[in-house]
């Protein structure tokens, strides 16, 4: 699959195409939380939007529905799934401290996207943001 694709369940058992999903991915900052909120809208194989079901076969089950939300982009008004910004900062701030903790150096601003967007890729694991690079904190 493209990088920003999702791949989902074949089409049946002797077609081995795997159909996959694009997602939209937006940031909007969250006045009320001060911090991030992203926005995602989904597309599959056709270009057709995702239904809300649909979307969260993408989302771990732990967060549908609670962390994960579908809810009107900021901006255009239309309904997005939204990870909810609530915990973004603290979350954010350990993952930092861990970064720092194992040797390595604050993320600089530029930076600091791609680590957001790692964060957020564990609540959504099936898109891949990015491959160009890589963050470690200490070990356990």
Not at 23 to 32: A, Q, T
Not at 52 to 68: C, G, K, Q
Not at 73 to 86: E, I, L
Request: aromatic share 10%; with cysteine; proline share 6%.
């Amino acid at each position: 699959a493209a990088p920003g694709a999702v791949a989902v369940a074949e089409a049946s058992a002797g077609d081995a195409t795997i159909r996959t999903r694009r997602y939209d991915v937006s940031i909007s900052y969250d006045n009320y939380w001060r911090s991030p909120r992203i926005w995602l809208f989904g597309f599959n194989e056709s270009g057709v939007p995702l239904q809300t079901e649909e979307t969260f076969e993408d989302i771990i089950s732990d967060y549908r529905e609670r962390t994960v939300t579908i809810d009107p982009h900021p901006h255009t008004g239309v309904p997005h799934a939204s990870v909810h910004p609530c915990q973004h900062a603290a979350t954010m701030k350990r993952i930092v401290e861990n970064i720092m903790d194992g040797g390595g150096e604050a993320p600089r601003a530029d930076e600091y996207l791609f680590v957001f967007l790692k964060f957020i890729q564990s609540v959504v694991p099936t898109i891949d943001y990015d491959f160009t690079m890589q963050v470690e904190g200490r070990r356990a």
